[in-house]
């Protein structure tokens, strides 16, 4: 009995070693890479977008996928452009970057927000409403001692809309800093924003046609304005001495310009108008704007009034456009960077006085091929430019037009019957200038003063020489 209780519990032993080798072995076997130890996966070897690969300590290397973890918010969503998380892999130090969708939410602070500059409802306790003949109404400010300082304009009061802001409505209020006009709104009036010294930022809805005289003249901080599409004209004063507007697109629907509309704007830098139905630009429309480098005129363009660019003294750029009627006097006087080649149109019917007068820098000009009259100094103290062809129409040159200019003309037309005082005055490179007609032909013009003084031009006609520079008064017809 003994004995085969001891053999039961050896073949018992027995039997549980080899289970238990059995399940070793076989456990040995499934486990993954089992060689005796579990791989630890640690040493990262390399990667690049798509894998990593890590080693384990026995040297067994394992290619995987990146596994991600949770994206952090690399740059926030906004109510204007989506945003972009980052997501880094937890076993290299690669990442990836997803975009994310802008969001409804605004971030308003003080009641404007951040990103798109929409304005929350201002309370009507800010506003006079006015009832107008039409049954809507026009509104201004109320006076109050402490006015919020981004405000939004009613659509509608007592179930009207509003579709105006009253003449000088907000007329010299220091508090407004941003203003938001909705769509109802069709007009704004005279001077409505006028002087309005800490407006910064300005949204004019999208029924408005007209910005009026001196509606936002002298908003000494006017920083940017937001013109609707349906905008035809801009009036006199409109943005004058807003000093520091630096940009303005203006849009496509605009063909007026009115008097010093943008005068003394010192930060302007470029107007590029070409997209615009732009005709006219009034008497010193930009006036002054000292930093203007760059004009770009649509072809539209036809009138272009006194002064119009004078004193921007830094313009380098500006074309002329090709069905252009009437340049004004000083249109463009004391651009002293301007350095554009100017062609200067047939279209053209008033060449003004003085219209590129102290312009340094011009050295190429094309005159109209029919131009008749050249008024008194239109190019006078041009000392950089090479006098261009006279057209064989031109009959009269007024006082002082080519007075310090760079260059003589080739040829003097013998259309011309009279040159007045100083005409060619001082031009730097002078000498012989040819004339297609005889020395009494040339005689016969009608010589001014000083014609020619302080010049070694002399005229080389079919039939001899004239000293003009050195005797012009004694040339006098
Ligand atoms: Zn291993
Ligand atoms: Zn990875
Ligand atoms: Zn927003």
Redo the contacts with the bound molecule.
Sequence with gaps: MKDKKIVGIIAAAVGGVLLLLVAVLLLDFFIP?GNG?T?DFKELLSYDNEKHILA???G?KEEAEHEYGEGEVLTEATCQKGGTDKYVCKLCPNFKLENTDKTDEHSYDEGICLYCKDIVPTDEMYFEFTLLEDGTYSVAQKKVSLYPRNIRIPESYKGKPVTAISESGFEDNSRIYSVYIPDSLKEIGYSAFYECVNLEYIRIGENVKSIPRFAFGACRNLKEIIMPDTLESIEAYAFSNCLILYKVDLPSSLNFIGHSAFANCKQLETMDMSDTKLTTFEESAFYACIRLQTVVLPETVTFIGTKAFSECTSLEQANIPTALQYLGDSAFENCKKLESKIVLPDTISYLGKRAFASCTNLAEVTLPSNIVVMQENIFRNCSSLVIPVLPETLVEIHYGVFYNCYKMPEYLPVSLKSIGNYAFYDVENAGDVKYDGTTSDFMSVELGISVFSDTDTVIVCTDGEIEAGKNSDAAIG
């Design positions: 890479g130890h791989h384990c300590k026995c067994k």
